[in-house]
């Protein structure tokens, strides 16, 4: 069996997370289990293209589907995931503080010259 580095494994789940559907799928099921007609009407998603996005987390097992009465459902398989979106969360935060302490440094557009 060939082991993957540590490195290697996180850019794969950080590609997982790469699109602005599956971290509103993940938001959405930190919160509670959904029905996939839940996930439509707050995603707005054609059915397909979710289901191709669903597919793709169940792949990378952070997410895992069920039958409740007639209807699919999906929930977290990792509680953890809410943790992590928390995190990139607070991460962009920083960012965009440090962005905002950097502009005022900068003074205005006006001065660039001096």
Same mark, same amino acid.
């Given at each position: 069996?060939?082991?993957?580095? !540590?490195?290697?494994?996180? =850019? ?5 997370? $790469?699109?602005?559907? %599956?971290? #509103? ?6 919160? %509670? ?10 995603? $707005?998603?054609?059915?397909?293209? /979710? ?6 987390? #169940?792949?990378? $097992?952070?997410?895992?589907?069920? #039958?409740?009465? $007639? ?5 977290? /398989?990792?509680?953890?995931? #809410? ?5 990139? %969360?607070?991460?962009? &935060?920083?960012? !965009?503080?440090? %962005? +905002?302490?950097?502009?005022?440094? /900068?003074?205005?557009? +006006?001065? =660039?010259? &001096?």
């Amino acid at each position: 069996m060939v082991t993957v580095p !540590l490195y290697e494994a996180k =850019a794969e789940l950080l590609k997982t997370l $790469g699109h602005p559907a %599956r971290i #509103r799928v993940l938001e959405l099921l930190s919160e %509670r289990d959904h029905a996939v007609h839940e996930l439509l009407a707050e995603i $707005g998603l054609e059915p397909s293209n /979710l289901s191709q996005h669903l597919a793709v987390l #169940r792949h990378a $097992g952070l997410v895992h589907q069920s #039958r409740s009465g $007639g209807e699919v459902v999906y929930a977290l /398989l990792i509680p953890e995931t #809410r943790e992590l979106l928390l995190a990139a %969360r607070s991460v962009l &935060r920083n960012l !965009l503080t440090d %962005r +905002d302490a950097l502009k005022n440094e /900068l003074g205005p557009a +006006d001065e =660039a010259t &001096r």
